[in-house]
């Protein structure tokens, strides 16, 4: 199968270059044409449109910041639905609504596409890796097709059910790990506030009831001085709105969420959109005069997921 690809972002590239080093045949399209230099090196062919790549491709992938460029991708006048052929899969990885996956799938459908949402968990370096989560939403015969594509990018793969179960499955774990860092934020000043040191309270909390994904991973970067976990303030602002969204329209009156997104939205202000969203702990600092760090921490996220081949598969029951 032909794979078409669009956005070439943090997430977006790695993925990408995972389908290359697996063998697929993938043409590449970003905004940023320099974007995709490593893709084109390892053998990737460029899309001049996306109704180009629509026109020759078995299945389009669109991972992009947000659902507004998704729209556009899909609907301009030179976009995938311009382009889409009957049976072709329109795959998105984007961290979007629900509602308007919905919304663009009718179109998909009504030219014959097959859609499933399908974006993925686990942050930059296990995308690098190809360990990262993926969920899909879809009918079976599509999760079927599209299952060698997905374990080529991701290591334990879950049929979430029906189209757009998987965008709401991916918005309720965005939010519960900006959680996790905002309390990790503050349980990290007050243990240096108490005297306690940095690097023992890092291993104290790994290896209690405490720990958490995000504890292993951006708990390594904050303390190592990098903050770099490839996640800016703008997108936890988006992730936090959808995630609004999805409790909205479900009737539930969420107290955590509208604190959460005044912290962000007040760190945005600080320290600009696309600051790495884990210096929102700077605001604790600033407050309290304190530096997080831990002197000799190390520079690389230690993952303890393994690298080797293979795949875990969660298949839903429709």
């Known amino acids: 199968m032909k794979i078409g690809f669009i956005g070439l972002g943090n997430i977006g590239g790695k993925l990408s270059g995972s389908l290359i080093r697996n063998g697929h045949d993938v043409i590449v399209r970003d905004l940023d044409k320099g974007a995709a230099a490593q893709q084109l090196a390892a053998g990737a062919s460029w899309g001049e449109s996306p109704k180009e790549m629509a026109e020759q491709a078995d299945i389009m992938i669109t991972c992009l910041p947000n659902p507004t460029a998704s729209a556009h991708v899909m609907e301009a006048t030179d976009g995938i639905l311009a382009g889409m052929r009957p049976g072709m899969i329109w795959a998105e990885m984007s961290t979007t609504d629900k509602a308007e996956v919905e919304r663009l799938a009718e179109a998909v459908m009504a030219a ?92 104290a909390i790994k290896i209690s009831s405490g720990n ?54 007040d760190g945005q202000d600080r320290y600009g959109p696309r600051e790495w969203s884990p210096n929102i702990i700077r605001r604790l600092e600033e407050a309290t005069g304190l530096e997080i760090l831990a002197p000799g921490f190390p520079a690389e996220i230690l993952d303890d997921e393994p690298e080797e081949p293979g795949y875990e598969v969660s298949v839903n029951g429709i």
């Open 212 to 265: 958490s994904f995000v504890h292993e991973t951006e708990s390594q970067v904050t303390l190592n001085g990098s903050r770099d976990i490839s996640f800016t303030m703008d997108l936890v602002i988006k992730d936090i709105g959808l995630f609004n969204q999805v409790a909205e329209r479900a009737g539930v009156p969420l107290e955590l969420a509208p604190i959460m997104q005044d912290i962000f939205e």
């Open 112 to 203: 014959g596409g097959r859609p499933v949402d399908c974006p993925v968990s686990g942050g930059c370096h296990r995308a690098a890796t190809g360990n990262i989560a993926i969920f899909a939403g879809c009918d079976r015969e599509t999760f079927e097709q599209m299952l060698p594509v997905l374990a080529a990018m991701g290591r334990r793969i879950l049929h979430t059910g029906e189209l757009g179960s998987a965008s709401v499955l991916k918005v309720v774990t965005n939010y519960l790990a900006t959680a996790n860092l905002l309390s990790l934020g503050e349980a990290m000043v007050t243990a240096k506030a108490a005297g306690m040191d940095l690097a023992t309270t890092y291993e």
